[in-house]
């Protein structure tokens, strides 16, 4: 895998589902090392597990009013024409 990532090239610069996207990687349309589901690796948070992660958003406060709000896309030249 980690000759792999250094060598071929990524096919998006863009992801929405990490976890998923490195499922599909090392899977490699099946041709890559079988994955077999790890309890410890927990999609909730519970005893004895080695890591989680989180779906919801956090409870950050009240709204802010919409005049405080500032929206920027980081991208590349070659994306300026499209983004």
Known sequence: LAERIQY???????????????????????????LTSVPEFCTETRDNCATTFTTYLPNCGDPVSKTDIFVAVKTCEKFHSVR
Not at 11 to 29: N, P, Q, R, V, Y
Request: hydrophobic share 35%.
């Open 8 to 34: 071929e090239n990524l096919k998006s610069d863009f992801t929405i589902d990490l976890t998923h996207e490195i499922a599909l990687f090392i899977w490699e349309d099946g041709r890559g090392p079988k």
